[in-house]
């Protein structure tokens, strides 16, 4: 599932890093459609059981190039925010049905308000507690009562692994890219890791390497509990178990579950 997020889901506090401005063209080959399809019905079902209020209305914060939306549109109508404009018009293109605004999550005032919110991999970019209560704030202001908050995050302190690297190549026409990423922690006493992403890329036989270097994330989990119940939610915490097969094409098939927390508005 989420290290697919590296290419998923370009969610990010601050300004997008290359993946979602010049090499934003590699998303749909990195992570291929097919492979978000049984996973986001599976995180629809939590969260159609978690809420109190039938989901109609979903906001999804850090909507990237629109492949979840594609299965919750069968369910709700969608609107999605992301910081990239080469993201927001692959999801536009997938998804002509949702309604995507380019916007900040620590920031987004809609003036509307929702019965689910959203944020499968967007989370992993919001590495200070500053930033991650500020996009607490806006699912709570968006969110009606009986409504629900979901998010997973990349990493929690609890399961992060020092330099751990995975690999995966896919293929689409002439192009075939093989993507590497080394997740390194420089300062264990902040709430930040690197995640330095590398890409082979190979048109028609011919090798060109791109680098990427991405700043996410690394809180402890009680505390993340702590700002949500702090913004007015309800907190809650999940293992999430992605579909074996997600996990395979990703290169991540040593990691079996995922930290997905909920956030409840009486």
């Known amino acids: 599932m989420t290290k697919k997020s590296i290419a998923r889901s370009p ?15 590699t998303f749909p080959i990195i992570t291929p459609l097919e492979h978000y399809i049984e996973e986001t019905r599976q995180l629809w079902s939590i969260l ?10 979903l906001l999804h914060l850090g909507c990237g190039g629109g492949h979840n939306d594609h299965i919750f549109k069968e369910y709700a109508r969608v609107t999605g ?47 200070t507690e500053r930033d991650l209560k500020a996009a607490f704030k806006t699912a709570f202001l968006h969110l009606n009562p009986g409504g629900v908050f979901m998010f997973l995050l990349e990493e929690t302190k609890e399961t992060f ?5 995975t690999h995966f190549t896919n293929r689409r026409g002439d192009v075939e890219i093989t993507f590497i990423e080394n997740r390194h922690d420089p300062d264990p006493d902040d709430t930040s890791y690197e995640a330095v992403f590398l890409y082979l890329i190979r048109r028609k036989g011919r090798l060109k ?10 809180f402890e989990r009680e505390a993340v509990l702590t700002m949500l119940r702090d913004a007015g939610f309800e907190a809650d915490f999940k293992v999430f178990k992605p579909p074996r097969a997600a996990l395979e094409y990703a290169g991540l098939a040593g990691y079996d579950t995922f930290p997905l927390f909920i956030g409840r508005k009486h």
């Open 11 to 25: 969610k990010r506090s601050g300004m997008p890093e290359r993946l979602y401005k010049d090499l934003a063209w």
């Open 48 to 57: 159609r059981a978690e809420a109190r209020i039938p989901v109609k209305e």
């Open 81 to 127: 925010i992301d910081l990239s404009e080469p993201m927001l018009e692959l999801a536009r293109a997938r998804n002509p049905e949702a309604v995507y605004r380019r916007g900040d999550i620590r920031t987004l005032r809609l003036r509307r308000r929702f019965d689910a919110v959203v944020a499968i991999d967007s989370f992993a970019y919001l590495t």
């Open 161 to 165: 692994q020092q330099d751990g690297t």
């Open 209 to 218: 390497i791109e680098t990427d270097v991405h700043r996410c994330g690394l």
